[in-house]
Every structure is written in C-alpha cells, then in structure tokens.
C-alpha cells in the first residue's frame, strides 16, 4: 500500500483523481473498454469534482457500478447514493458513460445483488475509486467484515458506528432514520480491481486509517485487507493521516 499526505483535502482529491485518471487512459488504450467502481460519501466530494473534469479520457468507452446503497431508500431521498452519483458524476461528465450500474435497494435488494453481481462479474474492474469510514469499513462492510464471500454484491447490516457517521454528516436528520440495511459490494469483488485509490480526509478517520494501514489485517478492520492489494494508494489529508507513525 501507497501512501500519500496531502497539504489539504483540495490537493487530495485532485491527486487521487488525477491517479485513478491516469489508470482508466491506460485502460483505454489496452482495450476497447475499461471499467471503474465509485464510492460515495462526504470522503469522495473532492475526488470526484476533479475526476469529472479530467482531460483525454473517453468516458462513452467507460462502464461504472455503483458500490452500495441503502436497503429501501427511494433515489430522491438527500441520503440515497444513486442520487449522489448521479449528480455528483454520472451527470457532469463530458460524455455519457458506456453504462453504469446503480444499485436499486428499494423492492428486493438480495434479487438487486443477483442482477448486479452477474453484470459485474463479465467486467473485470480496472480501478476502484474507494474510502474507509469512521469505524474501518471498506463498503458497506461493518466489522466484522466477511472476507470469504465470492458474492460480489452482499445484503449487510449496518452497526451503530457506521450509521452514527451516517448521521454525523448530515445525511440523515436523526438516527432512527438511518437505514439499517444496506446492499455493498462484497470484500472480494473490491479487491479483484486492477487498481484501488482509496480517498480517506478528515480527523474523525483517524482512528481508522492508523488501524487500517498499521494493524493486523483482520476482518476486525475490514480495510485492512487493503494492506494485501498489489497496487492501492491511499491519499489522506494531515488530519486523517495524523495518527500514523510514519
């Protein structure tokens, strides 16, 4: 694992952004097509606002999927991350994307899972665009995580930590409405990607990246598993990052 500190949490989403670019334009020029994953969250604000105005990538030869959403949230609700992507990518590229591939939670997430899984498993993944939520998650996999499964999209339930974040980011107005399900792509489908920019600022991660990144790997701390992928770069802000010892 790579590791990058940033001056700021502007200068951390232009270089991730500017990274996993980088990787999609040698995609491109490989095959006829390449294929990405992408997160949502307040982490990825940043990331993706320079990501959608990188230059020289051919995002009609580009197919995307979604990395998790919230068990029965409609897509007009402020929290649901179809919404998000939408407007926050899909929409503000410079041209329409071969496909993306948002995840419908709403009527029957386990048959969501299916429809998804069996699309995503005929489109190996060239980057990962990724972050670590308060209490280690990768995903939506809460600890502990499962690390076995070959599912590539899981139903999971969210424990109190990830919907406390939830909350705290203003997603939600108050914790009895944080959903307590959710669909997320699966531990083993993220690190079957080509490559993972993984985009973690701010204080209250702290905790989380020294754990991830200086720990066991363990599904204790599912984004640990990231210590075992052969080309992840983690970019952090000095916040986030201030608790490592290197």
């Known amino acids: 694992m790579d590791i ?3 001056p700021d949490k502007q ?20 095959r006829a097509h390449a ?9 990825q604000f940043e990331m993706l606002a320079a990501l959608v105005n990188e230059p020289g990538i051919n995002w009609n030869r580009v197919t995307g999927f979604h990395l998790d959403e919230y068990v ?8 649901s991350f179809r919404g998000y992507l939408w407007q926050r990518f899909v929409s503000q590229l410079p041209l329409p994307l071969r496909a ?13 899972c299916r429809r998804v899984g069996e699309v995503i498993r005929q489109h190996p993944i060239d980057v990962a665009f990724v972050g670590i939520g308060e209490n280690g998650h990768l995903a939506f996999n809460d600890p502990p995580a499962d690390f076995q499964t070959e599912q590539p999209y899981l139903v999971v339930q969210l424990d109190d930590a990830c919907r406390r974040q939830q909350l705290g980011e203003g997603w939600f107005p108050t914790f009895d409405d ?5 669909i997320s792509m699966s531990i083993r489908q993220i690190m079957t990607s080509g490559t993972i920019i993984c985009t973690v600022p701010d204080d209250r991660k702290a905790e989380a990246v020294r754990n991830s990144v200086e720990g066991e ?11 075992q992928h052969k080309q992840c770069t983690l970019y952090l802000d000095p916040p986030a990052a201030k608790l490592l010892r290197t």
Request: hydrophobic content about 50%; proline content about 9%.
């Open 72 to 79: 029965g949230l409609p897509i007009d609700h402020p929290a």
């Open 178 to 182: 944080v959903p307590k399900q959710a």
């Open 35 to 43: 294929n990405i994953i992408v997160a949502t969250g307040a982490s």
């Open 4 to 6: 990058q500190i940033m």
């Open 100 to 112: 993306f591939y948002f995840l419908d939670a709403e009527s029957d997430p386990q048959a969501e």
């Open 217 to 227: 790997v363990s599904p204790k701390v599912p984004a640990s598993i990231l210590q």
């Open 11 to 30: 200068a951390m989403g232009k270089a991730a952004a500017a990274a996993g670019a980088e990787q999609i334009r040698r995609a491109l020029a490989a």
